[in-house]
């Protein structure tokens, strides 16, 4: 088991942990979605990696990234959307403000 | 301490570094910016490990990205510049406990699992990118095309939230 | 030593650059005038805002200059002088120039200053509306050298430029690397008169130099890429293929710098709209094309 392999999967462990605080602590939406773009980027930093390291001569490993780095568009795309409607109704995307539908 | 694990490690600290930098800075537009830079290291280290279509791709994208992503920092947040030294998070130690565990408990699969023989024969670059287009339009045109279908919708319903209705009277802006 | 010989051929076109801009301005040609502006330059006072964002200040103008020369990586001159032939060089070109917007948005955002970051940020706004102009005419450019390779795509042209080939692909190409060096009439972040220099004005003295050299680089790799992609290269007929690369490089880079003199300076809501409402169809209208080209003519 090569140790190149350990260290693209411990960063992207590391990356991972460091988006899930970033997402569960932050107020702002858009830091929440930085917190999740990094989620993402672990993720996408795993299968690189085993693409790599266990499957080099299976395209589909690559192409799994292509579909990750499309939802990392798509979903900053459709969350600004959102983001701008919301500013617009309220003034503000601080997510502790956001409790309206609050038991 | 091959050429290949040094650059590896080196790009995954940078990556790392960067990313812990988004929230631990005051400031908003570093904080977009180290993101940015974060995602850059990620794209070195897929050019490191050979997947040079991916790597450059990554560099490419993430870059338009996060400068969009510093924009609508600067337009919706109390205080881009960050001199005003505001904290804004809550339940810390709830996150960062989540943060923890998620961590080691990746790290523990990674470590005591079996991966098998690394391998070690990869395709050079231009036959991976023949292989990936054949691979994309080929066996996976299924996925591509919902791919496409997503993008599409993505984009039409974001404009349509985002929209503002334009009257006769504040079109042109008076 | 390759890459020795590109960077001082590099520097050599970035000198000339500088020159043909004084002369288009001035009217009268004169070689020295760069070197003396240059010296000058570096002699002044080298002055810091109060309050500036130091990493983002220092930062900048050096990354501009940094994502122009790695461009430049790419760039076949002859089929032997290529510092480092990517297999996905088309694509590391676009990679590269994406930086200039960080670089630009660094440069504005840093010293702290109201002219600065607006420049800063209305390039942003320009790089929403040129992206795609750049990324779609080199889709279709690869997709008639079937290959990433800048000396490939070269070699594909051997019958036929592609600005024969190809004009809507070549007219969008040339007008999104106008706006990319934000040269006249795209010159948004630097606005000359109306921002009072925009993202340069905070800067002064050495930095300055290094904002300035990085923009003649930038405008140099543009040029060279348009001549790769569009121009075919170093092909033509008696000439060595150094001297073609540079005649065309020099051609290329007098048309960018005079096409935008007559015209005022196009506004934000107008370059975006006519970006994604004329430009994007063509763009895609294009690739249809070369496909349907690529496919009937073997």
Known sequence: MGIELLLALITGAALFGVGIYGALSQTNLVMIMMGVELILAGAMVNLVAFWRFLHPDIPAGQMFVLIIITVMAIEMAVGFGVAIARFRAKGSVEMEEAAELKG | MSAQMFFIGFFGLAAVWFGIVVFRTFSMVRSALALLFSQTALGAMFLSMQAEFLGVLQIMMMATEMSIMA??????????????????THQKRLSLIAGLVSFVGAVAVAVFADWGPAASVVPDAAQQTVDLGLELLGRSMLIFETAGITILTAMIAATAVAIQSVTRSNEHGH | MTSVLILLLLALGAYLVAVLEAWIASGHLSLATPMLA??????????????????????????????????????????????????????????????????????????????????????????IAYAMLIVMPITAVAMRAESLLTTQIVVSQAGLWNIVYQPVGFALFFVAAMALAFLPPFDLPTATGELAGGVEAEYSGVRLAVLRLGRLVLIITLAAATVVF???????????????????ILAVTATMLLAGRAMPRIREADLLAWCWKLGIPLALLNIFLVGVLVLVFP
């Open chain 3, 38 to 127: 240059g010296i000058a330059l570096l002699g002044r006072e080298s002055i810091v805002p109060r309050k500036p964002d130091r990493i983002f200040f220092e930062v900048g103008p050096v990354l501009l200059l940094i994502s122009a020369l790695l461009a430049a990586v790419v760039v076949p001159l002859t089929p032997n002088l290529i510092i480092t032939d990517l297999a996905t060089g088309a694509l590391f070109i676009n990679a590269a120039l994406v930086y200039v917007l960080v670089a630009l948005l660094m440069a504005g955002w840093g010293p702290d200053g109201a002219y600065a970051m607006v420049g800063g940020w209305r390039f942003l706004g320009q790089l």
């Open chain 2, 71 to 88: 924009i609508f920092m600067v337009m919706f947040m109390m205080d881009p510049g960050g001199l005003g030294e505001m904290d804004m």
């Open chain 3, 230 to 248: 569009y121009l075919g290269g170093w092909q033509g007929p008696w000439l060595p293929p150094w001297a073609w690369s540079a005649l065309k």
